[in-house]
């Protein structure tokens, strides 16, 4: 029997469960750092979700969990009108300030569980690196409901590829000596375009996907890779002290190497339409319900 690992989130008065939920609402701690240090998409990307979907400027589109709003101001600045369902009442407000110049755009602080679908009202279900956070049997069928008749849902996510044999190995030895729960074998790209590939076309209520790649690289410096890690759920639930001493030996490790890393990873599109079966009917849509700001 392997022994168990140690409890990191031992400081926490709640179970697993309570524990996930509490992760999935960790990012109003840390609202300007997300904006400045996580990956964003290129333009590319959204033009091939214009091209690809056949919606013309002025469609309208549900975003889940937009954050502070790096994925909805490329679709505001393309002309479409955009409702952005966001749990964190900090990120939520972040995201209403950068979008402020555009009337068409509405962010509002509510999960997308909570919401009251509107049928039939949306072009595009757009989510950027959020849908994991949503359980799959509602976020699916949510979506579907939520699209008008040919509408379409589109993942964008942000893969990293594994990192060099020796900083890996250096990186998850210090992993298992202050965080180890943290400590897991990564997916390559691929592998985690077909398992979010399979999960849409399992859903059975989307064709399958249309996927691009869209492959990138940075250099960061070892403060530059922390605040990165700073800003995901896993790290921000640590307690102080094994923040403080996880980050000190990262830092450590990085400026052994020159102090500096180079991050490959590629951003991915997921682009799928909603099957016919999951059209609304006339008296869901209202032929079609128009979507209110009050809805």
Not at 158 to 164: K, L, S, V, Y
């Amino acid at each position: 029997m392997k022994p168990r690992k140690p409890d990191i989130y031992h400081h926490l008065p709640l179970k697993s469960a309570g524990r996930r939920e509490l992760r999935r609402r960790s990012f109003d701690s840390v609202v300007e750092l997300y904006d400045r240090t996580r990956p964003t998409y290129p333009e590319q990307l959204f033009d091939d979700i214009v091209q690809l979907s056949g919606v013309s400027p002025g469609g309208r589109v549900l975003e889940v969990g937009p954050g502070t709003g790096q994925a909805t101001l490329p679709m505001a600045r393309r002309g479409f009108s955009i409702l952005g369902l966001e749990l964190g009442s900090k990120m939520a407000a972040f995201a209403a300030a950068k979008l402020e110049d555009f009337p068409n755009v509405e962010i509002r602080n509510v999960a997308f569980e909570e919401w009251k679908v509107a049928p039939g009202c949306f072009d595009i279900v757009m989510a950027a690196q959020a849908f994991h956070w949503v359980r799959p049997i509602t976020g699916f069928s949510r979506s579907a409901r939520a699209l008008k008749p040919g509408g379409h849902l589109a993942q964008l996510w942000n893969f990293g590829d594994p990192w060099p044999e020796n900083f890996h190995a250096a990186l998850n030895g210090i992993y298992r000596k202050y965080a180890p729960r943290i400590v897991e074998e990564p997916l390559t790209p691929e592998q985690h375009i077909r398992k979010q590939a399979e999960k849409i076309t399992g859903s059975g209520h989307f064709a399958p996907a249309v996927i691009r790649r869209y492959p990138w690289q940075r250099k960061c410096t070892a403060g530059e890779y922390i605040d990165q890690l700073r800003t995901q759920s896993s790290h921000i639930l640590l307690s102080p002290g094994t923040q403080r001493r996880l980050y000190g030996a990262i830092r450590t490790l990085v400026d052994s190497l020159g102090g500096e890393i180079t991050q490959c990873a590629v951003a991915v599109l997921l682009l799928a339409r909603a099957k016919a079966k999951d059209r609304p009917s006339v008296e869901e849509s209202g032929s079609p319900r128009e979507w209110r700001h009050d809805d």
